[in-house]
């Protein structure tokens, strides 16, 4: 399997003879790096052992929750009620409603590792146009 990122890419499979001469095959036509083993991709903190790969986005994590400004650590086990209801004329409107924007796009990439999250950030992802102060409170 190959992928391919602007200039960034990444090989893996099981056929390392072939993995070896695509790479040897690619050196010959483009300039190119072999940084070995993968550790870290888009975001994407990789490990892997005999028994698959691992993925996780704790920096990611870590720097949603430090650009959000939370500070307290409130854990909860879910992190949306699955019957709340939210509309889109509740609250006033965001002065400036990048910092929501930014943020939800954050979220929607953390499902990647995070799909226990898929349903809140489906949910606050529907305000994109308009959040109000409701829907930005929900986030945090």
């Given amino acids: 399997m190959l992928l391919l990122y602007m200039d960034n890419m990444v090989i893996i499979g099981g056929d390392y003879i072939g993995i ?10 483009y300039e190119m790096k072999d940084l070995r083993q993968l550790s870290y991709f ?13 993925l996780s986005q704790a920096k990611h994590a870590t720097n949603l929750i430090s650009r959000a400004r939370l500070t307290d650590n409130r854990i909860t086990t879910t992190p949306i ?3 709340a209801k939210f509309d889109a004329r509740n609250g ?16 929607i990439y953390l499902t990647v590792t995070r799909p226990d999250i898929t349903y809140a950030v489906h949910i606050v992802s529907q ?8 829907h930005f409170a929900t986030i945090l």
């Avoid at 006033?92 to 979220?107: D, E």
């Fill in 42 to 54: 888009l975001g994407l903190e990789i490990d892997s052992n005999p028994s698959g790969y691992y």
């Fill in 92 to 107: 006033a409107p965001l002065s400036n409603p990048t910092l929501y924007r930014q943020l939800v796009g954050n979220l």
């Fill in 127 to 134: 305000y994109m146009i308009a959040p109000r102060t409701t």
């Fill in 81 to 83: 009620e699955t019957n």
């Fill in 20 to 29: 070896s001469k695509l790479k040897q095959y690619l050196s010959q036509q």
